[in-house]
């Protein structure tokens, strides 16, 4: 069987024609509609995506950012596709296209994704962060998804880094700790053009060892592994699996691990015994398509 899975991203629209055990046998990526669009923009856009794979596939799978009721499909937030709030996903995709549809959190879906068969697998208790245009993160404890009281655990984009600045967006996570900012920064203490400055050319100048970049870089480091730690400090976690685009850059990685290296050796606790523990940093397994993949599981599960 063939499914159509469908990622909402806050840049691009990503999808991927699948099958029941997740290979991927198709994939494409149309730019997202941008806030000053509607919802008739963004369907405009799924048409081309959905109609001419409509006769292939049993049903689709949404991952989208925001508020998600996983039982109706109404979508209470959607992130950066503010056209969609107030939606019911699933009722519009039946009415649209005649197939059933399921839609999750994206951060839900990638810590699917990686408890299935990735990086979470065998996880009692672990976590998928996702640096995309926003952050997102997905909770397994004692072996499931939390979703909380509203849907909304794991919604660390809300993080706020100063109880002095909560008027100021640069002060919650999803600005100050999406992929985007680097290339932002690194176009704006340059002078250079923020379009010639993507996640690619921002990590080749890291790895080139731009002295601008790195500072950028390790300033950013910084920040995700003091959060990571706040998060610890409350979870207990066994594994963090980073996703995303640039989770894919082994610098990324390995500079974390770093970072929480030098938070736990420099705590005022670490000679007096340290109640909390370090996690197990690693790579979501299936990177940049962990929400894909676990859109498509949150879809199986939810058609038995």
Same mark, same amino acid.
């Given at each position: 069987?063939? *499914? ?10 990503? *999808?991927?024609?699948? +099958? ?23 369907? %405009? ?13 049993? #049903? ?5 950012? #925001?508020?998600?009721?996983v039982n109706t499909g109404f979508l209470h937030t959607a992130g950066g596709l503010v056209y969609l709030m107030g939606l019911n996903l699933c009722e519009e995709v039946k009415?649209? *296209?005649?197939?059933?549809?399921? !839609? ?5 879906? /990638? /810590? ?10 065998? !996880? ?25 009281? +509203? ?19 640069p002060n919650y996570m999803a600005v100050s700790c999406s992929s985007l900012v680097l290339g932002r920064n690194y176009a704006r203490e340059t002078g250079r053009d923020p379009?010639?400055? %993507? #996640? ?6 890291? +790895? ?11 300033? *950013? ?14 979870? %207990? ?31 005022? +606790?670490?000679?007096?015994?340290? /109640? ?12 940049? %398509?962990?929400?894909?993949?676990? /859109? ?9």
């Amino acid at each position: 069987m063939k *499914y159509l899975v469908i990622d909402n991203g806050g840049t691009f629209i990503k *999808y991927a024609v699948m +099958n029941e055990f997740g290979d991927i046998l198709e994939k494409g990526k149309e730019a997202t509609p941008d806030y000053s669009k509607t919802a008739e923009d963004y369907f %405009d856009l799924l048409d081309k995506i959905v109609l001419p794979r409509k006769q292939e596939v049993e #049903g689709i799978a949404f991952s989208t950012p #925001g508020q998600v009721d996983v039982n109706t499909g109404f979508l209470h937030t959607a992130g950066g596709l503010v056209y969609l709030m107030g939606l019911n996903l699933c009722e519009e995709v039946k009415k649209r *296209y005649g197939l059933p549809s399921a !839609v999750d959190n994206d951060g839900k879906c /990638a /810590a699917m994704a990686e408890q299935w068969d990735g990086s979470l697998k065998g !996880v009692k208790n672990g976590a998928a962060i996702v640096l995309g245009t926003g952050v997102g993160m997905g909770l397994i404890l004692d072996g499931k998804l939390y979703r909380g009281s +509203n849907f909304t655990a794991g919604e660390i984009s809300f993080i706020m880094l100063d109880i002095e600045k909560p008027e100021q967006s640069p002060n919650y996570m999803a600005v100050s700790c999406s992929s985007l900012v680097l290339g932002r920064n690194y176009a704006r203490e340059t002078g250079r053009d923020p379009k010639e400055i %993507d #996640g690619i050319k921002m990590f080749e100048l890291i +790895n080139q060892k731009d002295e601008t970049a790195c500072r950028i870089f390790y300033q *950013y480091v910084k920040k995700l592994a003091g959060c990571i730690y706040n998060f610890q400090t409350l979870l %207990d976690l066994e594994v963090i699996a980073i996703g995303g685009g640039i989770s894919q850059q082994p610098i990324l990685l390995e500079a974390i691990q770093k970072e929480m290296d030098v938070i736990f050796e420099v705590h005022p +606790n670490a000679n007096a015994g340290m /109640a909390v523990k370090k996690p197990e940093i690693t790579a979501c397994r299936y990177y940049n %398509d962990s929400n894909l993949r676990g /859109a498509l599981y949150h879809y199986l599960n939810n058609q038995k």
